[in-house]
Antibody, heavy 118, light 106 residues
């Protein structure tokens, strides 16, 4: 059974860079569209972007080019970097996987709360 | 971006009730719609994909219908485990977008 596990700092200062990693177990990093989503407190989900094992990426334009999603095949994990964060970036961050880019999300991490505060 | 609007935002209900949640897309998404259940502190769980297909392992009291811009999720007889937040998701086009959620509460 494929499992995803997010990790990273729970507190980030405004203007700094948020960095999260998602470890993939029981599946190869290849063949999936590895995705990051987030959910601000008491709000709906927001899709942030994905990376495919080929290296291709797709990001939500709402992030104004602040996000970078990358793969580390040697560690079977992928990462999110979001720079110039503000309090509006406070959210539960989820990693997820898709076998095709046009599909429902069956594979989710448990989520990790990131708070942006000085 | 395709906007997904759910109603109601909160749905008071009791065990045994039949409940229906609506989701409207700002433009046609054919049947590229999914429904999820989410409980506090947990990741979303897929219930329905392609507008009306029940995900494996999901109880048959969950059903859904719709196409184009209008969709519904129905729980035929609400069980105690069903009190949760439900939201829709369109995967017709990028950026992927989600509804704001419907909280089914006692």
């Amino acid at each position: 059974q494929v499992q995803l596990q997010e990790s990273g700092p729970g507190l980030v200062k405004p203007s700094e860079t948020l960095s999260l990693t998602c470890a993939v177990s029981s599946a190869s990093i290849t063949g999936y569209f590895w995705t990051w989503l987030r959910q601000p407190p008491r709000k709906g989900l927001e899709w942030l972007g994905y990376v495919y094992y080929s290296g291709s990426t797709n990001y939500n334009p709402s992030l104004d080019s602040r996000a970078t999603i990358s793969l580390d095949t040697s560690k079977n994990q992928f990462s999110l970097r979001l720079n110039s964060v503000t309090v509006a970036d406070t959210a539960d961050y989820y990693c997820a996987g898709l076998l095709t880019p046009y599909d429902a999300f069956r594979l989710w991490g448990q989520g990790t709360r990131v708070t942006v505060s000085s | 971006d395709i906007q997904m609007t759910q109603s109601p935002s909160t749905l008071p209900a009791s065990v045994g009730d039949r409940v229906t949640i609506a989701c409207r897309a700002s433009q046609s998404i054919s049947t590229w719609l999914a429904w999820y259940q989410q409980k506090p502190g947990k990741a979303p769980k897929l219930l329905i994909y392609k507008a009306s297909s029940l995900e494996s392992g999901v109880p048959s009291r969950f059903s859904a219908s719709g196409s184009g811009t209008e969709f519904t999720l129905t729980i035929s007889s609400l069980q105690p485990d069903d009190f949760a937040n439900y939201f829709c998701h369109q995967y017709d086009s990028y950026p992927l977008t989600f509804g704001g959620g419907t909280k089914v509460e006692i």
